[in-house]
Structures are given as structure tokens and as C-alpha cells.
């Protein structure tokens, strides 16, 4: 192995619920150290320099100790999680596809959040070791949490001589189902423990419309332009409260494309993400209360994924797999300082 290679180490992370051991992944490379959990697929640290070259932990989570017993306890914030079978919200935990309806498990009031109750950020993945980083693979049985098909699963999360880390998805299905991927780590680029990102922060999208919803977070149709009003990020601005939105991104849809910049200037730490998915959903964890060890606004998520219920949306772009066709899913976190 040369100096360039992404080192890659495996140790025990405690056991699910159910009694199946986890393993907690480390990988370094460019000056980038990741920990990740085969539980949740959770994100557990990500540590960068500073612009003097001090290396800390960029995201929130329960501490380098705790393993999947202490996440499978903390349930409702999916710190670092890989979420799915789809990500977001699906109104009234049901859609119809090809002429059936399906009732799907409701673990949001009366919608389905994030796959449902037991969703992939609860479930044990297999891992191997692959070029650059690691794979995380399951199957997920038809009618897992009401959702139709046999899926297979993987998400391969790697890091490049930059120090960048990408995380790319594919998924196969037996029958029809929709299905959106994607990572939920909340950031905090002064440090886990520092205080906000809110107030503090500057943040910019490359979205200039963004999907408009109800008091349940649910899309009420279409999308609206940004300018003029509180969720216009074209522009580096200071991160505020209040946001829970999935924002329409621009650019081609052929590649990796902007989704945004998260900018810290005490530290000098810049956080740049680009995908292949056509939107991201900001949230500012505003709800955030013991007795989880942080505070409202502590992390922001910004999740790259489909939009939110577009299963029930037909004018939002399609979120359907069907047999013979490959889902593929690409992020993109580079890091850097100013």
C-alpha cells in the first residue's frame, strides 16, 4: 500500500437490537479521517483540519465510544444515518403505483418519514472492503415497512487523495418501487462540540426553487422560485433557524452538480457537496433537546436526494425503480480552508 491509498481499519462497534454484532470502519486519506458504523450506515465522525492545520470533528454524534447499541437508543434525529427505502417524507404513509395502493409503516403523525419506523438506518449492514473505502450492503425484502419489491442494496462510501468523500448508492428491484437514498449526517464545521450553526455559519445552494409545504412538512404542490424570500441561499448568507425544505437544485442532471457550500469562519473550514440527485433538504435541527448532548441549531443536514412524497407528485421528477433498471446515487463532500 502506498502513502496515497486510503487506509482502512475494521473494528467491533457493540451489538443491535436483536443480538447482531456491529462494526465500526475507519478510513484516512488527504487529511481526512471518517468513522462509520454497519449499523444505520451512520456516519459516526468526520475529522478535517482547521486553517491552521488543527484536525477536528466536523459532524454530530454520540462520541467516539459509542457504538450501535447507543444509536439504536437515540432514535428520531438519524444522526448519520443512510435512510431509505425513500428519503423524506410520503404523505399519509401511502401511494398507489401501477394502479395499487400501498400502506406504508407511519412513523411521522400520519406520514412515513425516512422509510418508517425501522427503516435502513436501523438495520445491520454487511461490509467489505473495496478500492478507496468500504461497501455497505443488505437486501431489503418486499414489504419492508409496507414498501413492494425485493431490493438490493449497496452504498460504497470512499475517500480521494483530497481528502473528499463520496458516497455512491445502487439499488436493483424485482418489482416496482420508489426508492431515494441518502446520508443524514448534520455538520458542524467549528467542531461537534462548538455551539450552533446557526448564526454562525454561511450557506450557500445552488437551488433557485424550492418545494413549498404544509405545517407537516408534506409538498403542496409544484415548485416556487426562491428570490425574495427567507430560503434564497444562491447567495452565501448566514445560516438562520426555521428550515425544513427541499430545495429543486439547478444545472444538468447528466453528473455530479452544486448543491452547496457551508462555511464556518471561525475555523476557515469550507464544506463543498455536489450530486447527482435533484434536490437537498436543508434542516437546521431547530428541535434539538436533551437527551440528545446537543442543542437547537447544533448541526445542519443537508440531504441530497429525491424530492419529498413524489411518489404522490407526478410533476415532480420520478423516484420509481422498476425490475431491470439500476438505481445510482452520487454525493460528493470535498473539504477545504480560507
Known amino acids: 500500500m502506498t502513502s496515497v491509498d486510503t487506509t482502512v481499519g475494521r473494528e467491533a462497534a457493540g451489538t443491535a437490537p436483536g ?14 479521517r471518517v468513522r462509520l458504523l454497519t449499523y444505520g450506515g451512520i456516519v459516526q465522525s468526520v475529522e478535517v483540519p482547521d486553517r491552521s492545520g488543527a484536525r477536528g470533528d466536523v459532524v454530530l454524534g454520540l462520541g467516539s465510544a459509542a457504538g450501535a447499541t447507543e444509536y439504536a437508543a437515540c432514535r428520531g434525529p438519524y444522526l448519520g444515518a443512510l435512510v ?15 394502479g395499487t395502493a400501498y400502506a406504508l409503516v407511519p412513523n411521522e403523525g400520519p406520514n412515513c418519514l425516512h422509510g418508517g419506523a425501522e427503516g435502513f438506518d436501523r438495520r445491520v449492514w454487511r461490509a467489505e472492503r473495496v478500492p478507496g473505502g468500504v461497501r455497505l450492503t443488505r437486501v431489503s425484502p418486499a414489504g419492508e415497512q409496507g414498501f413492494p ?18 458516497i455512491a448508492y445502487e439499488a436493483a ?18 467542531g461537534a462540540a462548538s455551539g450552533p450553526v446557526v448564526g454562525t455559519h454561511e450557506l450557500r445552494l445552488g437551488a433557485s426553487r424550492m418545494t413549498p409545504v404544509d405545517a407537516a412538512g408534506i409538498p403542496t404542490g409544484g415548485t416556487v422560485p426562491v428570490a425574495g424570500t427567507r430560503h434564497d441561499f444562491r447567495t452565501a448568507r448566514v445560516l438562520d433557524a426555521g428550515h425544513d425544505h427541499n430545495f429543486a437544485l439547478d444545472g444538468a442532471a447528466d453528473g455530479e ?51 419529498p412524497d413524489a411518489p404522490n407528485r407526478p410533476e415532480f421528477p420520478p423516484a420509481v425503480l422498476r425490475p431491470g433498471e439500476r438505481y445510482t446515487s452520487r454525493t460528493t463532500y470535498a473539504f477545504s480552508v480560507r
Do not use: M
Request: charged share 15%; proline share 8%; net charge neutral.
Open 19 to 32: 443480538g447482531r454484532p456491529a462494526e465500526r470502519w475507519t478510513l484516512e486519506r488527504g487529511g481526512t
Open 84 to 98: 431509505g427505502r425513500y428519503a423524506n417524507r410520503i404523505a399519509g404513509a401511502s401511494f398507489t403505483l401501477d
Open 149 to 166: 419489491g425485493r431490493l438490493a442494496v449497496s452504498a460504497t462510501y470512499t475517500l480521494d487523495a483530497a481528502g473528499a468523500l463520496a
Open 173 to 190: 428491484a424485482d418489482a416496482p418501487t420508489p426508492v431515494s437514498l441518502t446520508n443524514h449526517t448534520y455538520w458542524n464545521l467549528d
Open 257 to 307: 452538480r452544486f448543491a452547496a457550500e457551508l462555511y464556518a469562519p471561525a475555523s476557515g473550514r469550507v464544506l463543498t457537496i455536489r450530486t447527482t440527485e435533484p434536490g437537498v433538504q436543508l434542516f437546521t435541527a431547530d428541535s434539538f433537546a436533551p437527551p440528545l448532548p446537543f442543542g437547537p441549531g447544533a448541526g445542519v443536514a443537508l440531504e441530497t436526494q429525491a424530492f
